[in-house]
T-cell receptor, first 114, second 108 residues
Framework: NAGVTQTPKFRVLKTGQSMTLLCAQD?????MYWYRQDPGMGLRLIHY???????AKGEVPDGYNVSRLKKQNFLLGLESAAPSQTSVYFC?????????????FGPGTRLTVT | EDQVTQSPEALRLQEGESSSLNCSYT??????LFWYRQDPGKGPEFLFT???AGEEKEKERLKATLTKKESFLHITAPKPEDSATYLC?????????FGAGTRLFVKA
């Protein structure tokens, strides 16, 4: 049982390049989330999904797109990377409403945009 | 605007020196308050969930309490391995709002 895994662990992009971050969970969780974490700030929600085929915007969605084609996977895309997107990105999953609501996090992806 | 504020930003303790971390929140409809631990270079790890004022949860040297406007994470006789960033979060609907965290350093 691997929990939540993220690929890649590190990445350096040049401004304007695109990339996709992959999140996978093997806990059969319905809900999945993408956050970014910046120094001195809390985790900020980018996008989330409450089930396969559904996505919704979080607090800071601009510049990002997501897809949830399979229940176990949640992809985060950057179409044209900007230096402001330099951050650590965390994926998380949780069981559906009615559960206690805690989230299980992946190890993170450190992204640098130059 | 919903907010979660944690204090202090950083806390340095000697081993065995008990203390408390604070999390104050303003949300229109609290559906759970969470504490997480985050070690450097890793993702947050769930510790506790609290739902109503007066509720308490304990785990080893940690005890979390909840009032109507804030939560405390009490650390009793901390050890160096308790050094980490502790995050507080509140749940509102589908979303969870995180505080910036308190970095705890425990010196042997």
């Amino acid at each position: 049982n691997a929990g939540v895994t993220q690929t890649p662990k590190f990445r350096v992009l040049k401004t304007g390049q695109s990339m996709t971050l992959l999140c996978a969970q093997d806990m059969n969780h319905e809900y999945m989330y993408w956050y970014r974490q910046d120094p001195g700030m809390g985790l900020r929600l980018i996008h989330y999904s409450v089930g396969e085929g559904t996505t919704a915007k979080g607090e800071v969605p601009d510049g990002y797109n997501v897809s949830r084609l399979k229940k176990q996977n949640f992809l985060l895309g950057l179409e044209s990377a900007a230096p402001s997107q330099t951050s650590v990105y965390f994926c998380a999953s949780s069981p559906p409403q009615g559960h206690s609501g805690e989230q299980y996090f992946g190890p993170g992806t450190r992204l640098t945009v130059t | 605007e919903d907010q979660v504020t944690q204090s202090p930003e950083a806390l340095r303790l000697q081993e065995g020196e008990s203390s408390s971390l604070n999390c104050s929140y303003t949300v229109s409809g609290l559906r759970g308050l969470f504490w997480y631990r985050q070690d450097p270079g890793k993702g947050p790890e769930f510790l506790f969930t609290l739902y109503s004022a007066g509720e308490e949860k304990e785990k080893e040297r940690l005890k979390a309490t909840l009032t109507k406007k804030e939560s405390f994470l009490h650390i009793t006789a901390p050890k160096p391995e308790d050094s980490a960033t502790y995050l507080c979060a509140v749940k509102e609907g589908f979303k969870t709002i995180f505080g910036a965290g308190t970095r705890l350093f425990v010196k042997a």
